[in-house]
Structures are given as structure tokens and as C-alpha cells.
């Protein structure tokens, strides 16, 4: 059974800076699509940023230049570096991935909480 297992969360002040990780582990396994998600308090899941095999990566339009979206193919991992982190941030943070075959797999979430 393939498993997403997110770290990195945490409490950080305005302006700082974390590091999410997420790695997959459980089979044998390859993915096109990696993501990372994440839901405020009482709105919906939002795609945060995404990059594909081959390196590509596109982003929210609220985190363009402040995040940045990579990954590591042959140890199945994707981290998320934010940067200048604001308040509007907060959330839980969620990987995604994507097999070639279209199966999706999700993380357990992360909390990130930036206080002003």
C-alpha cells in the first residue's frame, strides 16, 4: 500500500521560512504529477503548486516567488520551501501524487500556522 507521510509543519512568525517534505514509500512505484494542497480553516482544498517528471512547476498565483516546488525522482519525494510566509498561509498542507496509471494518492496533512 503506497503511502504519502508529510513533515516540515510548524508555528512560524510572519516573514519566515519552512521546509515541507513529503515521501512516498510502500511499493513499487513511479509518478508523473507530485502536488502540494493545502485548506484553510473554512474554505475549500486549494492546489498550491505542482511540478511534473520531468521538472516543470507552476504555482498559486498568492505564492509565486515566495514558494518554491521540488522533487527528488529516485527517492519519490517532493519538499515545498516557503519563504516571506504570511498570515494567509495557514493551513494544512497536503501531498498529492500522481501514477502514470492515474492513481492518486494523498498525505495526511501538515499543519502550518503563521502568526502576524
Known amino acids: 500500500q503506497v503511502q504519502l507521510v508529510e513533515s516540515g509543519g510548524g508555528l512560524v512568525q510572519a516573514g519566515g521560512s519552512l521546509r515541507l517534505s513529503c515521501a512516498a514509500s510502500g511499493g513499487s512505484f513511479t509518478f508523473n504529477t507530485m502536488k502540494w494542497y493545502r485548506q484553510a480553516p473554512g474554505e475549500q482544498r486549494e492546489l498550491v503548486a505542482r511540478?511534473?517528471?520531468?521538472?516543470?512547476?507552476n504555482y498559486a498565483d498568492s505564492v509565486k516567488g515566495r514558494f518554491t516546488i521540488s522533487r527528488d525522482n529516485a527517492k519519490n519525494t517532493v519538499t515545498l520551501q516557503m519563504n516571506n510566509l504570511k498570515p494567509e498561509d495557514t493551513g494544512v498542507y497536503y501531498c498529492n501524487a500522481l501514477t502514470w496509471a492515474g492513481v492518486s494518492y494523498w498525505g495526511q496533512g501538515t499543519q502550518i500556522t503563521v502568526s502576524s
Open positions: 511540478i511534473t517528471s520531468g521538472g516543470s512547476s
